[in-house]
């Protein structure tokens, strides 16, 4: 069983900055990719970026990139999305879990956190 804990988000200004993180436990071995989603309230679940567990390769949405950057760190088992320049409309509550896919669509997905809220006010 693998469990997903993300940790980190909190209210900030806009134009600040955040640092997320997703803590893995568990039997881990033979995933692919890890991700992070956000959704906003009434919204649906929004693909924001993945990496590849073994090489580290990034995927982005458009939408973030440039602002937001993921990296891994193998040894804490542990996925971070670190996020600059926040603004209003990325309030949500940010998810991780992982894929044998660098895939963007929520259904490829396992595992997933609970997820942590960020709001970014104005």
């Known amino acids: 069983q693998v469990q997903l804990v993300e940790s980190g988000g909190g209210l900030v200004q806009a134009g600040g900055s955040l640092r997320l993180s997703c803590v893995a436990s568990g039997h881990i071995w033979g995933w692919y990719a890890l991700g992070w989603f956000r959704q906003a309230p009434g919204k649906e679940r929004d693909f924001l970026a993945t990496i590849t567990w073994s090489s580290g390769r990034t995927r982005y949405a458009d939408s973030v990139k440039g602002r937001f950057t993921i990296s891994r760190d193998n040894a804490k088992n542990t996925v971070y999305l670190q996020m600059n320049d926040l603004k209003p409309e990325d309030t949500a509550v940010y998810y991780c879990?992982?894929?044998?896919?660098?895939?963007?669509?929520?259904?490829?997905?396992?595992?997933w956190g609970q997820g942590t809220q960020v709001t970014v006010s104005s």
């Open positions: 879990a992982f894929a044998y896919s660098t895939s963007d669509a929520p259904r490829d997905y396992n595992n």
